[in-house]
DNA sequence: AATGAATGAGCCTTCATTCAT
DNA sequence: GATGAATGAAGGCTCATTCAT
């Protein structure tokens, strides 16, 4: 980093004031990542289009007006929070078919992550694919979105090329099979959960189908 | 006078009065299909959560009043739309599958038939994917969803069964899966039309892992 | 009654067209006060605020046309209503204290007649006392509550002196008495109901004061 | 800095942020307390169910949202305003009828204070007599109701056996004749003035008859 | 930096009334 | 005589956003 190189006849006030600047970029970061976690924890379990700003701002114990002022917009809240939470997510998937070779051990290993994020992680997932849908019609979403299945779809590309023995499916046809899985699953454990043995099962025949 | 004809002996005749009755139902129910109609082209384009009752009415050249006559509420008129379309496209699936007996038939045909719909009823189905995910958090959309998910499951189902040659996969699975790559090839048709061949393409490729 | 010796030298056809009228106007006259019937009954369940047309005409097997048919109004159908019940609350009253003489007795027969009353037609007292409060906003219903108030204060005056030793309360002061104990009991009954002889003691001894 | 003076172990004094918070909650208060006295004035004018938010909102002066942002209810806006006025009313009844010993200075003073009540404030007690009514069929109101006739009960019950000789009357019936005559005469002033002479004269003629 | 009071545009729904048949 | 389809005005309520402090 050439930051504090920068222009060295500048006096020092100005560095300090870079520093300064710095360091309240990277608190105003927090506070905003601190504040989305609150917000995940409501949006969770209302939904997008049921959680009200002043929802958030309860059940997070800020003010309606430092949400605001954190974030411009409900919609960059909300994105900020899919991010976040997308971005575990698929950190998860990726330790789970990194450091196995064999085919198997790469499919028993997705196939058990997916089935414990479906119980574990449930409303989240549900935000997420609300989110999904926000996006055919409010464009506003469509980066977030485009962009975590961007990395969804890699992801999973990798992982099913690993496992595979011969050249396998299109590009991203694995991706859609999966999350059609994926969806269906989380919407019959929404109703009635599953247990975990069931849930892996399927998605393990699943992936088979897939490689 | 023909009254006599009504007589209760005769069960075939109905009453003047039971004629008429059922001919103002009748012209009832027409008129709310065509309601539905316009409704549909509204909801479509704005989804269910951007389209108010006054899109509606304005839409379909209806005062308020008068949708809230045919249908009590919002939520009855949206999903007496959603039925409505879904019981033309899975009646389409049937004749696809249907008539055929070699499997490759069967899947060219089903994978040309939902290539077709992917790009004539493009709004369609996003309206379907969008109340599907309102169902998550709505309950009053869930039987729609679930008497809809339920048929379209068997009908594809049978398909699949026909088209296997061995004992396949568990049920819904190829349901789900086919769903996933449904909803993937829509979205990215909405974003930049694929053409029917590639669309065709990809089906059949997903459905020859299923079989 | 000279309504046929009139004006003999028009023809025939005059009288017989004014008969035919009255006999319209009768049978006009008896449907009216079938419709009255069936609206009494919605209108006690719901009272007046609560209670819309299409309430009525269901609840008497009516069409929503006909109502408006026979009364131009709303507020003319439900006074026609009040009207109705009242006439027969009266004559009830009247009954009740008249054929006595002894001061006693037709204090007796006065407390018991309010007693059973207020159990047996609670929900259209009810609706009387919704009545009264509207027209202190809305002075179309003053007639019908003057007029009315004015038969039930006369009769009660008729009671009260019949049964009084001495000249006692100024005009109309019994009626207003009696008219808040009477209230106040419907109200009790109305959230849990009280029995026969209690509701006649605390008639008798509010009419005590009274002579 | 004098934070240390709020130290927790000085039960006496809050902390800074008590105080702010205690300063917020007052301000909230009052200004509930100042859009209530709007809020009467509408409603005297035009009755509950004729007075709309609409119309409470431009008569105070307020936006529409302001109102449900401090009441979250027309209902629990309503019920405020008349808690607020009743509690006036029945302080005033009190007054009148404390510091006296004397039976006849009781009845005097209370039949004066009511007569005065009556032509002052005249149509604050015809929402009261409104809102009572509306009760029998919201039960929404009903709490409200039965607290203030609670209380009213009481304090009439307290003046009477003051200003009786003998034991009297059974419980709330001095209160529900005294209602009775209060409602007429109310209704009456509301048509044409009485003066104030005659109104005491009644009451105090009605008074009579209770102790 | 943080707050929360205030707003106003907009939504769904209700309902008495009109009128063509 | 009788009907009920159609209306439109109005009502209560929600909520993201603004802004003075």
């Known amino acids: 980093m050439n930051q504090r190189l920068s222009d060295p006849d500048l006096p020092h006030s100005a560095t300090k004031l870079e520093e300064r600047a710095q360091r309240k970029a990277a608190k105003r970061e927090s506070k905003k990542a601190e504040i ?3 917000t995940l924890d409501a949006l969770k ?3 997008y289009a049921n959680t009200t700003m002043r929802d958030i701002a309860e059940h997070s114990g800020m003010s309606l007006g430092s949400l605001t002022y954190y974030f411009t917009d409900k919609v960059e809240l909300i994105t900020y929070c899919v991010r976040l939470y997308k971005a575990e997510f698929i950190g998860r998937i990726e330790s789970a078919v990194s ?3 064999a085919p198997n051990r790469i499919l028993d290993s997705l196939a058990a992550e997916l089935a414990r994020s479906i119980t574990d ?3 989240t997932h549900r935000l997420w694919y609300d989110i999904r849908s926000q996006a055919m019609f409010d464009p506003t979403f469509r980066p977030v979105v485009a962009e975590i ?9 990798v992982a099913l090329r690993a496992a595979s023995s011969q050249g396998g499916l299109a ?5 859609a099979m999966i999350d059609g899985v994926f969806r269906q699953l989380m919407q019959n454990t929404a109703e009635e ?7 892996t ?3 393990r025949q699943a992936l088979e189908r897939l490689v």
């Open 36 to 38: 989305a976690v609150s």
């Open 45 to 47: 379990r209302l939904g």
């Open 99 to 101: 450091g196995y070779t």
């Open 121 to 123: 992680d449930l409303s």
């Open 149 to 157: 299945e961007d990395k969804l779809n890699r992801t999973l590309g």
């Open 171 to 175: 590009p991203s046809l694995g991706y």
């Open 193 to 199: 959960p599953l247990d975990q043995a069931e849930l």
């Open 201 to 203: 099962a399927r998605f």
